[in-house]
């Protein structure tokens, strides 16, 4: 009956659609809801597209996503997306049935996923994002993410090994996530509005996630966005291999450099 429940789920959810439309609903989630209803493993059986991209983390991840949709988009590509910030399991579905013919064919060769950060357990096992680009990791919403180091463990016992990760190197706690995947670096370098000594009440990470002993901020953005090392063991924030510098917010411009000297505004 897998097969069976699953095209039923399929076509259940693409007649959704229209009803939907009828009665003034936008249904982002509706149609995978019902997928997810009829057959709960449906995310690893629909077909999905050959490239997958996807962006998690506390802050900007539909700025981000949206920002890799319109770059792709304008390059040629078509994409496939959940562009409208549905980014739990049900709307993760919803995207992919309506990326896939009546009879389970992708319809697309590339998908951008925006993925909420606790729901990844639902996700990322099934839907496997060949890069994921993790913006950064902060306290928030207590009662349902408890600490930011939680979910970044949360996250990392459920990335795909396959996974290439884009990764935030002046945030220590998603820098962190899922270490044995390959991965690259990205961040800013020290701009005038930084600061030497903490002038928040919290900051999420104090201590070394190495040996325990204090880390010790080289400069600090806001929160514990920054650079940072150990003075015990001499762990320290990651290398970057894409850096922006000469951040100009009047002109909004930058000097993007690689990890290969190569720079452009």
Same mark, same amino acid.
């Given at each position: 009956m897998g097969k069976a429940r699953f095209y039923f789920a399929l076509w259940m959810a693409k007649l959704s659609k229209p009803a939907l439309k009828i009665t003034g609903h936008q249904g982002t989630n509706f149609p995978g809801e019902v997928a997810l209803k009829i057959c709960p493993d449906f995310l690893a059986q629909i077909a999905k597209p050959k490239m997958i991209v996807g962006i998690t983390g506390t802050n900007g991840k539909t700025t981000c996503t949206n920002m890799i949709i319109d770059i792709l988009e304008a390059s040629g590509k078509r994409v496939l997306s959940n562009r409208e910030g549905a980014n739990i399991n049900s709307g993760i579905a919803t995207a992919l049935v309506n990326g896939t013919t009546?009879? /389970?064919? &992708?319809?697309?060769? @590339?998908?951008?996923?925006?993925?909420? $950060?606790? #729901? =990844?357990? %639902?996700?990322?096992?099934?839907? !496997?994002?060949?890069?994921?680009?993790? @913006? /950064?990791l902060f %306290?928030? #919403?207590? !009662? %349902? /993410? &408890?600490?930011? $180091?939680?979910?970044? !463990?949360?996250? #990392?016992? /459920?990335?795909?090994?396959?996974t290439k990760l884009i990764l935030n190197a002046d945030d220590l706690i998603s820098a962190g996530v899922a270490p044995k995947n390959n991965r690259v670096y990205f961040g800013i370098e020290e701009m005038e509005s930084d600061v030497k000594d903490c002038i928040n009440k919290i900051n999420d990470i104090q201590i070394c996630p190495v040996c325990s002993g204090e880390l010790v901020y080289d400069y600090r953005r806001y929160h514990h966005i920054g650079r940072a090392h150990c003075k015990d063991c001499g762990f320290h924030s990651p290398n970057y291999d894409y850096a922006a510098s000469e951040v100009d917010? *009047?002109?909004? @411009?930058?000097?993007? =450099?690689?990890? +290969? +000297? $190569?720079? $452009? *505004?």
């Amino acid at each position: 009956m897998g097969k069976a429940r699953f095209y039923f789920a399929l076509w259940m959810a693409k007649l959704s659609k229209p009803a939907l439309k009828i009665t003034g609903h936008q249904g982002t989630n509706f149609p995978g809801e019902v997928a997810l209803k009829i057959c709960p493993d449906f995310l690893a059986q629909i077909a999905k597209p050959k490239m997958i991209v996807g962006i998690t983390g506390t802050n900007g991840k539909t700025t981000c996503t949206n920002m890799i949709i319109d770059i792709l988009e304008a390059s040629g590509k078509r994409v496939l997306s959940n562009r409208e910030g549905a980014n739990i399991n049900s709307g993760i579905a919803t995207a992919l049935v309506n990326g896939t013919t009546a009879f /389970n064919k &992708a319809m697309y060769d @590339t998908a951008v996923f925006e993925i909420d $950060e606790r #729901s =990844s357990k %639902r996700i990322l096992p099934y839907v !496997q994002p060949d890069y994921m680009l993790i @913006t /950064n990791l902060f %306290r928030d #919403s207590i !009662q %349902r /993410n &408890a600490h930011a $180091e939680y979910i970044a !463990q949360f996250i #990392s016992d /459920n990335m795909p090994k396959k996974t290439k990760l884009i990764l935030n190197a002046d945030d220590l706690i998603s820098a962190g996530v899922a270490p044995k995947n390959n991965r690259v670096y990205f961040g800013i370098e020290e701009m005038e509005s930084d600061v030497k000594d903490c002038i928040n009440k919290i900051n999420d990470i104090q201590i070394c996630p190495v040996c325990s002993g204090e880390l010790v901020y080289d400069y600090r953005r806001y929160h514990h966005i920054g650079r940072a090392h150990c003075k015990d063991c001499g762990f320290h924030s990651p290398n970057y291999d894409y850096a922006a510098s000469e951040v100009d917010f *009047y002109n909004m @411009t930058m000097l993007v =450099s690689d990890k +290969g +000297g $190569e720079m $452009e *505004y």
